[in-house]
């Protein structure tokens, strides 16, 4: 075991947590908006809109995730560069999110889709029936039924992304992991393991806790599935 | 096709105007004219694939008729010209609707599922919503059932439920469709007693039914739908017990065996 593993390490790895949580959080906030509105695309009318949405979401769905951040993160300046506009000194926590949202966004997409199509019609049909109007019928009947069927496929996406942030480091931002191999490379390599097992049981417990929250919140939503009283 | 007509000593709520409706090319629909004036309890008699869902679905624009009108109360929509959302919206607020499969919102409790338009829609107060929905429960005999979720209800039950709803939100016509036919057989006079209860308190109503028994019952005229045109058209004893057409005496023999 490395002599500084306790003593500067961990506590290291451990600041390094909040910037986790801001590549976990940011994209999987902007994803939900961003997804939503893809839904609501998906499931209309097969118009040009939905079939430049479906081309998008299969492009996404269909390469690697970390080709995608390098093409996001050599290729975005670059488009951007055509229109005069000089991005080359932000930095690459932002590259990664914005990425990270591109993916994100098609998944949560296809999560929620598959939540409104196991969604009863008659429940929407009724929230109209009694006076809703469009948008009132959509967050008060179809959000909620549609969260309370995609929940479980939520909670699985969002550890894998929580999870995934582990990549960041690989077009420099740094972040948990990102800090690791940075210890690890200035100790050549020395007490790699022991730096790697430390990382490994921080993501564990935060991946943990994201569990025992969705669970709580799926519970929350079933409470009106139990036919005792 | 007549004219819309205003008279004041039979005040009509619900006005229909050649109402065409297709499916796939398939003309369920074929012009029908139909008016309910306040307090009538209008029974729709027809087989299966008649139309009679079809035509009441239409009067609250949950299918939009590909020509012809609707007027409920002061609001009205012609399906010839461009039809606006706010006005669908209002002529839905002017209804209720209690379907075959009670469609109680799943996440809410009885009390909520009948307080949910009242202070979403109506915007009442959440005291004066949970009066008024305490108030309709112990019109069905469900005052002790408040607090339980659908599933914890008998079909029976949640059908008075959504009746309650339809109640709560003082519509100028409440609109069912077949209201027992998801109901196991010994629910269904439960349901049909509420909602003759209902009828007895002056509430305009059409009901599309296959229960002729109840229809002679309850309404005050019955229509025979047949083949997406309005066949007969009477009172329970003109339609039911004395029908013109040998369609409806043949409907009505196969009724009865069963």
């Known amino acids: ?229 | 096709m007549t004219e819309h007509t205003e008279s004041p000593d039979e005040q009509i709520v619900v006005s229909l105007r050649g109402i065409r409706k297709s499916f796939g090319g398939n003309e369920i629909l074929k012009g029908i004219d139909l008016d309910v004036t306040k307090g009538e309890v209008l029974a729709i008699l027809g087989s299966s694939g008649s139309g009679k869902t079809t035509l009441l679905r239409c009067i609250n624009a949950l299918e939009r008729p590909d020509s012809g009108s609707v007027r409920v109360d002061g609001s009205f929509i012609d399906y010839g010209g461009k039809v606006a959302n706010r006005d669908i919206l209002a002529l839905r607020r002017k209804t209720a609707m209690v379907f075959q499969n009670y469609n109680l919102f799943k996440n809410k409790t009885a009390l909520q599922n009948i307080t949910e338009g009242l202070t979403v829609v109506q915007k009442k107060s959440k005291a004066e919503a949970e009066a008024t929905a305490r108030d309709v429960l112990e019109k069905v005999g469900l005052a002790e059932y408040a607090d339980r979720y659908p599933v914890q209800l008998s079909g029976g039950q949640q059908q008075r439920v959504s009746i309650a709803r339809a109640l709560a939100l003082d519509p100028d016509v409440i609109l069912f469709d077949e209201p027992t036919s998801a109901l196991d057989p010994e629910l269904v006079s439960d349901v049909n007693d509420t909602i003759t209860e209902v009828a007895k308190t002056g509430v305009t109503m059409i009901i599309v039914t296959h229960e002729i028994r109840f229809a002679r019952n309850v309404a005050s005229r019955v229509i025979f739908v047949d083949k997406g045109t309005i066949l007969e058209e009477g009172t329970p004893e003109e339609v039911i017990d004395h029908p013109k057409t040998e369609r409806v005496r043949e409907f009505l023999s196969k009724m009865a065996v069963k």
């Open chain 1, 1 to 229: 075991m490395p002599s500084d593993l306790m003593q500067t390490v961990v506590p290291g790895l451990i600041e390094h947590i909040p910037i986790t949580l801001v590549y976990w959080f940011v994209p999987s906030v902007l994803s939900l908006l961003f997804g939503t509105l893809l839904c609501i695309v998906r499931v209309g009318r097969h118009n040009v809109l939905y079939w430049i949405c479906t081309i998008y979401i299969s492009f996404f769905r269909g390469t690697p995730g970390i080709v995608q951040i390098y093409l996001v993160f050599f290729g975005l300046p670059k488009l951007f560069w055509i229109f005069g506009i000089d991005i080359n000194d932000w930095s690459a926590g932002i590259y990664f999110i914005i990425a990270t949202t591109m993916n994100l966004s098609c998944f949560m997409c296809e999560t929620l889709r598959g939540g409104y199509v196991g969604v009863d019609k008659g429940q929407i049909e009724t929230g109209l029936s009694i006076g809703f109007s469009r948008t009132q019928n959509f967050f008060r009947v179809i959000v909620p039924q549609t969260l309370k069927v995609a929940i479980l496929n939520l909670k699985n996406l969002e550890i894998d992304v929580l999870k995934d942030t582990s990549v960041a480091f690989t077009i420099g931002a740094v972040e948990m992991l990102g800090y690791a191999k940075g210890v690890i490379a200035a100790s050549y390599g020395s007490g790699q393991l022991w730096i790697l097992g430390a990382a490994a049981v921080i993501y564990f417990v935060m991946c943990t806790v994201l569990e025992i929250v969705f669970t709580l919140i799926s519970h929350r939503m079933e409470r009106y599935e139990r036919r005792v009283a």
